[in-house]
């Protein structure tokens, strides 16, 4: 059986005891991938971690909701998750393209506003301007039908291609009203107006929740972050959770509890189900 562990922090023990106390008014909030599925090298190809959907179809009955906010497409998310047509799972949400999108697994239904036309125009310009920053050997372009991000992990280094292009996709983008979301050695460009803060918040508010979890692992979550400190500020106890990355250290310095990757993820997310069982 999976253990608890115990939050490194007041706030967080607090988030903890009020989630355990009344479950039925939580809603537990979770990134994708690096939180439910592991980083690979092509996105196409992450899978949700195997006890993944397990744990969640035995916590989701028990809570008020689940969320799972990410920038992936919510009809990807669901897929890649394998999260349709799962007893146990009418409880969870997918909130995708950071809540532009939502996806209710108890109707199967997806609804979307329409794409951004600054999304179209920058997906048109971007191979020519990746082979004049002369980042093409390794760099590619991943399409996300709202957005477009471009990935760095192949190049011959990485870290160097990620910095060399932060530049002029931020012009690119700023050209045609998009913003520019930094992630682990990948840069998206998207529409501006949602994050993951804005999601996750208004989920929370609209479910009346009286407690919330959130894990993510990369910079995009910490929007995410600030909307659970912005709950506790309001009353709404919260814990807030690193799926432990070397890349990124800065959720894991304002987390109140740090797990092992997905697998450490996974494992707490039984470690609930069983105490509320």
């Not at 950071?98 to 239904?109: D, F, S």
Request: proline share 8%.
């Amino acid at each position: 059986m999976d253990l608890l562990p115990t939050p490194a922090t007041r706030a967080g023990r607090d988030g903890l005891a009020a989630l355990l106390a009344k479950p039925r008014t939580a809603v537990i909030g979770l990134d994708f991938d690096g939180t439910l599925a592991p980083i690979v090298a092509d996105p196409e190809q992450a899978r949700a971690h195997p006890g993944a959907v397990p744990a969640l179809a035995a916590l989701a009955p028990r809570v008020a909701s689940v969320a799972v906010v990410t920038g992936r497409p919510a009809e990807v998310a669901v897929r890649h998750g394998g999260f349709a047509d799962v007893p146990g799972l009418e409880h969870l949400v997918v909130l995708g393209h950071y809540g532009a999108e939502r996806w209710q697994a108890a109707t199967g239904e997806l609804t979307a506003p329409p794409p951004h036309p600054g999304v179209a125009a920058v997906r048109a310009e971007l191979p020519g301007l990746l082979d004049r920053a002369g980042a093409g050997q390794g760099t590619w372009i991943e399409e996300k039908g709202r957005a477009v991000a471009v990935h760095t992990r192949r190049a011959q280094d990485p870290q160097a291609a990620f910095d060399a292009l932060r530049g002029p996709l931020t012009d690119l983008a700023t050209r045609h009203g998009l913003i520019v979301e930094p992630g682990r050695l990948v840069l998206e460009l998207r529409p501006p107006g949602m994050d993951k803060g804005v999601a996750l918040l208004d989920h929370v508010r609209a479910t009346g929740a009286g407690a919330v979890l959130y894990a993510g692992d990369d910079l995009g979550d910490l929007p995410a972050f600030a909307a659970v400190g912005k709950l506790r500020s309001d009353g709404v106890p919260g814990l807030l959770v690193c799926s432990g990355s070397t890349e990124v250290t800065e959720l894991a310095e304002r987390a109140d509890l740090v797990v092992n990757g997905p697998e450490g993820v996974v494992g707490l997310l039984r470690g609930l189900a069983a105490r509320l069982s």
